[in-house]
């Protein structure tokens, strides 16, 4: 069987994660996956998502542009490229300052810097970033059975 | 998502269900901060909470900070599996109360 593939373009909004969410729904219909794995593809969503609505086209607004596939065997693996035309921002170029005793040191401190693309790392199995013709692409890729 | 609050004095509880995302915790952070006055014993209840991400959290740390400078007591009951793996991951479970 060939993979489920859909595309999306929507707002860089906070209403706009509500169409992303949608957009998830749909491609995620038949797969088995548990409502925790649900969840936790949720968060990664909305972290990566949030940081397009926030730091993208800030203080302006714009589009975004959302790739999903899944893997139809049995692992059901989702890849979700995220990308927008806004500022060129890599999230994960402070990647070695996110290890979970960097987070937690912060967190204690009441920092909240880091929280949001520390979540992404810990829930993706895979994740790139790549700017390229003028745009952030953020590629991740979580195995969901 | 519903946010529901019963106060009893100086005690307030914010039962929550749903899913508290980014939008959600917007509207959330505005219930923190318009009715913690006063307020030196608070609980959310987060049994009807799917999940939390890091706008979800920040305001939960904005309420701890503000209990913190009112010589406060905050805690979070009823937490779900998703999001207690969150604030272990995060580290928030060090330092906030959480009880059954």
Same mark, same amino acid.
């Not at chain 1, 373009?9 to 491609?27: I, M, R, S």
């Not at chain 1, 994960?92 to 880091?114: F, H, I, P, W």
């Given at each position: ?27 995620? !219909? =038949? ?9 936790? %593809?949720? *968060? ?7 940081? *397009? ?11 975004? =542009? ?8 049995? =692992? ?10 806004? !500022? !060129? ?8 300052? %996110? ?5 937690? !040191? ?40 | $998502? ?8 100086? /005690? ?23 009715? +913690?006055?006063?307020?030196? &014993?608070?609980?959310?209840?987060? /049994?009807?909470?799917?999940?939390? /991400?890091?706008?979800? +959290? ?7 900070? $503000?209990?913190?400078? /009112?010589?406060?007591? $905050? ?20 330092? $906030?109360?959480?009880? &059954?």
């Amino acid at each position: 069987m060939s993979d489920k593939e859909a595309v999306l373009t929507v707002e860089a909004t906070l209403d706009g994660l509500d169409v992303v969410n949608e957009f998830v729904d749909e491609l995620l !219909k =038949d797969v088995p996956c548990t409502d925790e794995m649900r969840a936790k %593809l949720d *968060i990664l969503v909305e972290e990566v998502f949030v940081n *397009i609505v926030n730091y993208a086209y800030a203080p302006g607004t714009g589009q975004a =542009d959302v790739r999903g596939r899944i893997s139809q065997d049995s =692992d059901y693996i989702i890849t979700l490229v995220f990308e927008d035309s806004g !500022k !060129k921002f890599n999230p994960l170029e402070r990647k070695e300052t %996110l290890s979970a005793d960097a987070v937690r !040191k912060r967190a204690k401190n009441r920092q909240r810097g880091g929280l949001g693309i520390f979540l992404v790392i810990d829930i993706a199995d895979e994740i790139r970033y790549e700017w390229r013709d003028g745009k952030n692409i953020l590629t991740v890729k979580k195995r969901m059975v | $998502m519903e946010i529901k609050k019963e106060q009893n004095g100086n /005690a307030l509880t914010v039962h929550l269900a749903g899913r508290l995302a980014a939008k959600e915790a917007k509207t959330l952070e505005q219930e923190v901060q318009s009715s +913690l006055t006063g307020i030196t &014993d608070l609980t959310f209840d987060m /049994a009807g909470v799917t999940y939390v /991400a890091s706008a979800g +959290l920040r305001v939960i740390l904005l309420a701890q900070d $503000m209990m913190d400078e /009112a010589g406060g007591d $905050m805690r979070l009951v009823h937490v779900g599996p998703v999001v207690m793996d969150v604030l272990n991951l995060t580290g928030f479970s060090d330092f $906030m109360k959480i009880e &059954d």
